[in-house]
């Protein structure tokens, strides 16, 4: 059976962006990888296997077209409306809180936050198939 082991998003600033994955989720450097043209940054935390690749392209100057297709990466908290207020306070600006009700049950509590470059990530509450 096949792993999910990482992520790719292409950044524009290097700093900027670990630095705000950092704050935002508490992840880290776990790799870095240098090429003649281009950077593999590999974060993680203690909480998953999983990792977030950022790729620095070296020369580039102007931001990326994210286009129509992009969707969104997603991580779990304990509790959202906690962390939104945390990513408040670090000057974040975290978007507001979302209930999402199916048949009358709760199927969602989330808030959408953007990284330096533009990608949406979704932050969701721990709950139901969010765990």
């Known amino acids: 059976m096949a792993k999910m082991i990482h992520s790719m998003i292409r950044v524009l600033d290097e700093a900027r962006s670990v630095e705000f994955y ?8 776990a790799d870095r990888v240098d090429f003649e043209t281009f950077t593999l940054i590999y974060m993680s ?3 998953t296997g999983f990792e977030l690749e950022l ?3 070296k020369g580039r100057t102007a931001p990326y077209d994210l286009g129509n297709a992009y969707g969104h990466l997603a991580v779990s908290v304990e509790e ?3 962390e939104r207020e945390r990513l408040s306070k670090l000057g974040l600006n975290p978007g507001d809180l979302v209930e999402l009700n199916r048949d009358g049950k709760l199927f969602g509590l989330f808030f959408f ?3 330096p470059d533009g990608y949406k990530i979704e932050v ?5 198939r969010f765990l």
């Open 124 to 128: 969701l509450q721990r709950h139901g």
């Open 45 to 47: 935390n203690a909480e």
């Open 55 to 57: 790729t620095v392209n």
């Open 80 to 82: 959202v409306a906690v």
């Open 113 to 115: 936050i953007s990284d």
């Open 22 to 29: 950092e704050r935002a989720f508490g992840l880290s450097v």
